[in-house]
């Protein structure tokens, strides 16, 4: 139980695009929704805490208007790329919080986002 | 604002070695500690989670420590595999629950 599905894996687009990247709980009810980036060679980096039914919290430095995280349902949380450029391209992750599971953060598996 | 370090940066053993991979962290103040493991380009897996509360887990060949006094936790893997080579990185979790500090990750490569 507790899987985290992170759609899709990997996506190649142009520069100008925008791109949705969305991350389900599947067999849970996730409360809150994380979403990370990660350069190469170097430690995740959280970008936003996503609350069902409210507005995100971005981290310091992370543009709102970038990054659109819009958390509809208690399973599913959409993080959009607007405007793609080549800097954009990152690995981007989610994580899924259950609170019935002592605080236990779910991974998804990640999305390879690269802007030509 | 909390800082985690992992120490070392990248490890590599022969197989069957025990091996212990360390990660600090600078706010005693958390309110649990996560270990986790990342296969390259693939997302996180949850290997154990600490509360602040307690001082070990353990899951199989893995054996998790916390001393918030000194602000560290060690991740003890026993007998090594092939398998276990990956990136492992421990997270510290903020009292509210919500901000997430991970460290930089160390690279384990066990040799067959």
């Known amino acids: 139980g507790a899987v985290v599905s992170q759609h899709p894996s990997r996506v190649i687009c142009k520069s100008g695009t925008s791109v949705k990247i969305e991350c389900r709980s599947l067999?849970?009810?996730?409360?809150?929704m994380f979403w990370y980036r990660q350069f190469p060679k170097k430690s995740l980096m959280l970008m936003a805490t996503s609350n069902e039914g409210s507005k995100a919290t971005y981290e310091q430095g992370v543009e709102k208007d970038k990054f659109l995280i819009n958390h509809a349902s208690l399973t599913l949380s959409t993080l959009t790329v607007t405007s793609a450029h080549p800097e954009d391209s990152s690995f981007y992750i989610c994580s899924a919080r259950m609170a019935t599971r002592g605080e236990k953060l779910f991974f998804g598996s990640g999305t390879q986002l690269s802007v030509l | 604002k909390q800082e985690v370090t992992q120490i070392p940066a990248a490890l590599s053993v022969p197989e069957g070695e025990n091996l212990v991979l360390n990660c600090s962290f600078t706010d005693s103040a958390i309110y649990n500690l996560q270990w986790f493991r990342q296969d390259p380009g693939k997302g996180l897996t949850s290997l154990l989670l600490i509360q602040s509360s307690q001082r070990e887990q353990t899951s199989g060949r893995l054996n998790a420590s916390l001393d918030k006094s000194s602000g560290r936790s060690t991740l003890y893997i026993a007998a090594s595999q092939p398998g276990d080579s990956a990136t492992y990185l421990c997270a510290v979790v903020s009292p509210s629950g919500n901000q997430f500090y991970f460290g930089t990750g160390t690279s384990l490569t066990v040799i067959p």
């Open positions: 067999d849970f009810q996730a409360t809150t």
